[in-house]
């Protein structure tokens, strides 16, 4: 059995903080799992350092579900975004082992590929409709088939989504948490204009995103989908906070555009009732933070029963290791639906050497053994961990509101 000696948890800072997983085995063949929970990243290094590695030590790195059942149900408290994102790297790592011992790509023991590449989106955003419109048309011509549509809020001075680089938006922007201002009836404003110009320019054959941060309650939601209809969106994303699953009932009554959520979410028991109930079209949870990829193909199959589509999370704070197990998974998933994708930094990219590619608005994980993905360890020595919250905000007169 390719028994596991060792277990490092590496912290780096190449642009943002990464939490990575190194799991090495007796004959010397190691996997990495992604272990980054964003502005909580040193909890999760603490419960792997402290909780997880002890009790990894010795064991038969091929018995993945085993050791998934043993760190889930072993720990008595279950779920949460810290133990999954946990369990998740752990997870990951393993498949990466497998997949090295076997020969094999990862997505070869998945099941295979149900598709050549796999979609992904990418962000434009800008502080007006024109410059958002702008950056769109220059994804358009590097061959991206759907795009996130973000713009600023007149009468706003910052929103979700919006940064001042226009090609990479990092929301975790400082030692502690930037305050940000928030009014709906001006973000309800603007959004069906954006969606009404950038049809206008890009045309109709490209997908259009966009998210609303959980920001909306579930009746504002049904009016802006149902004022979005015209334009055709691919998705609205996290319409209302999903703490309460059955929110989304009131919103499907009122519209046919479909629902995306799920990226704070870590288990399928956040997302059953969802599914179930057909009040959603894509379920956004991911690899690092649902669990794995063992639990997140649980997710998978579930969604699957009810036509309910993948559409994984894939923003810049989820580092190249994530991003490689998401493009595995996808590639075999029968009901995948698009894979979120932010370029990460130069700088990350080369701490993170990976197989993967892009080409004409789709990724392909590479035949790379295992996850494809390796990790320069003394190159990430070299970024020290940075201390980086994400923004809270607030209703204009002070209340405190959702991110
Ligand atoms: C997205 C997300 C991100 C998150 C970020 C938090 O759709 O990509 O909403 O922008 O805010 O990943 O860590
Ligand atoms: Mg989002």
Redesign the pocket.
């Known amino acids: 059995m390719p028994k596991i000696i060792d277990a490092k948890v590496i912290v780096t800072s190449p642009g943002r903080n990464f939490v990575t997983l190194k799991i090495i085995t007796e004959d010397g063949v190691y996997g990495l799992g992604d272990a980054t929970l964003?502005?909580r990243e040193l909890s999760v290094a603490s419960y792997l350092q402290d909780h997880v590695v002890p009790c990894l030590i010795g064991r038969d790195a091929h018995r993945i579900e085993d050791i998934w059942q043993y760190l889930y149900k072993g720990a008595y408290w279950r779920r949460g975004p810290v133990t999954m994102s946990a369990i998740a790297a752990v997870d990951t790592a393993l498949w990466d082992i497998k997949g090295k011992l076997a020969g094999l790509p990862v997505y070869q023991l998945l099941g295979g590929a149900s598709r050549e590449s796999v979609m992904v989106y990418g962000?434009a955003n800008g502080a007006s409709i024109e410059d958002t419109v702008a950056v769109a048309l220059d994804y358009q011509r590097q061959g991206y088939k759907a795009i996130?549509i973000q713009c600023g809020v007149p009468g706003m001075a910052s929103t979700?989504?919006v940064s001042k680089d226009k090609y990479f938006?990092e929301?975790?922007d400082a030692d502690l948490p930037t305050e940000n201002v928030w009014n709906t009836s001006k973000y309800l404003r603007v959004v069906p204009e954006l969606f009404k110009a950038a049809r206008e320019a890009l045309g109709w054959d490209v997908h259009l995103l966009h998210?609303i941060?959980h920001r909306l309650t579930p009746i504002e939601a049904g009016r802006l989908g149902k004022d979005m209809e015209q334009y055709r969106p691919f998705w609205l994303?996290?319409a209302t906070p999903a703490e309460n699953q059955e929110a989304f009932k009131l919103i499907r009554q009122h519209t046919t555009t479909p629902l995306a959520v799920g990226?704070i979410f870590n288990s399928i028991h956040d997302c059953r009732e969802l599914i179930e109930n057909q009040l959603i079209d894509y379920i956004?949870a991911t690899v690092v933070h649902a669990g794995g990829i063992s639990h997140l193909r649980k997710i998978a199959n579930l969604a699957d029963l009810y036509q309910v589509r993948t559409g994984c999370?894939?923003?810049?704070?989820?580092s190249p290791v994530c991003m490689a197990a998401a493009l595995h998974f996808d590639l075999s998933v029968p009901n995948f639906g698009v894979q979120?994708y932010?370029r990460h930094t130069p700088e990350t990219d080369a701490v993170f050497p990976h197989a993967y590619t892009f080409a004409d608005g789709a990724m392909h994980p590479g035949e790379a053994p295992g996850l494809g993905v390796d990790i320069d360890e003394d190159l990430a020595a070299q970024y020290e961990y940075n201390r980086a919250f994400?923004p809270v905000n607030r209703l204009e007169d002070g209340t405190m509101f959702n991110w």
């Open positions: 964003n502005g962000h996130r979700y989504g938006y929301p975790a998210d941060h994303e996290d990226e956004r999370h894939g923003a810049t704070d989820l979120e932010m994400l």
